[in-house]
């Protein structure tokens, strides 16, 4: 059994503010501690559920976040970005039969955590189909189209009710809630043997109920902190300026969807 793990940070137990998950600041390195060992719980778990190959992609800020001498040793490792549409899950493809989420975290534009965003923080919003969009969902719709199910997510108490509410067969685990400014967390081991249990269990049974289906058509609209943004993004092929600070794009197929936010949410 083949398994794909994404890490990110802003998910991990104990993340507040942007100095403990930005690389160089003096509360990186707890942080960063924290992320590696949530991601070792995840592969433990799944290796107690008989997964024989896990490969972890590194997936926040500058990809080069886990410690990987304390991943268990049969772990593979992506660091750094492919330059690939599917970002936080490039390389994953059709050879896996799994995904897992480790440390993700509620979508721009909601109040479930202080660190809330969708792929950057110069967009205020970005929805799919009229519906908030988290990188969860992003990168759950990547996998649907390689056929892979997310069986796993962990992360903030808001992200897990949005996941359940495209799946609820997709296995959670909480590990923090925000309200406002603030986080209210989960020991930082019991977020570990939480994750540990949750991914062995999201294993069993028939994966296949997991995968998130792909809506027959996306209207995706992306609102702009900045107009200069939304001015420039709107020139790229297929996308519309719907006003100072927002565009629009429609398509039939998701991985378009993932190629137009790869150019324009570098905008």
Not at 125 to 141: P, T, V
Not at 164 to 175: D, E, L, M, R
Request: charged share 20%; with cysteine.
């Amino acid at each position: 059994m083949k398994i794909y793990i994404s890490a990110d940070i802003e998910g991990v137990t104990g993340t507040t503010e942007w100095d403990e998950t930005e690389k160089g600041t003096a509360a990186y390195a707890e942080f960063r501690e924290q992320m590696t060992a949530e991601v070792a719980a995840a592969c433990e778990g799944a290796f107690n559920a008989g997964a024989t190959e896990i490969w972890v992609k590194d997936a926040h800020d500058s990809a080069r976040n886990l410690l990987a001498a304390k991943l268990p040793p049969e772990v593979n490792l992506i660091r750094g970005w492919l330059g690939h549409p599917f970002s936080m899950v490039g390389g994953l493809d059709e050879t896996f039969q799994a995904v897992m989420m480790i440390g993700y975290h509620a979508p721009a534009a909601s109040d479930a955590n202080p660190l809330a965003h969708t792929m950057n923080r110069g967009i205020t919003h970005l929805k799919i189909n009229g519906e908030l969009a988290s990188e969860f969902l992003l990168h759950a719709y990547a996998a649907s189209l390689k056929h892979v199910p997310v069986v796993f997510v962990s992360g903030d108490a808001g992200l897990c009710r949005h996941v359940q509410s495209f799946n609820p067969h997709i296995g959670t685990c909480a590990v923090k809630e925000g309200v406002g400014n603030a986080t209210f967390n989960i020991h930082p081991l019991r977020a570990v043997q939480a994750i540990r249990e949750g991914a062995q269990q999201a294993l069993t049974g028939d994966l296949s109920r997991c995968l998130v289906p792909l809506p027959e058509h996306f209207h995706v609209e992306v609102c702009f902190r900045n107009h200069a943004s939304a001015y420039r993004a709107a020139f790229f092929p297929g996308v519309r300026a719907e006003g100072p600070h927002t565009v629009s794009f429609d398509t039939v197929d998701y991985f378009e969807v993932a190629r137009t936010l790869m150019f324009v949410l570098r905008s």
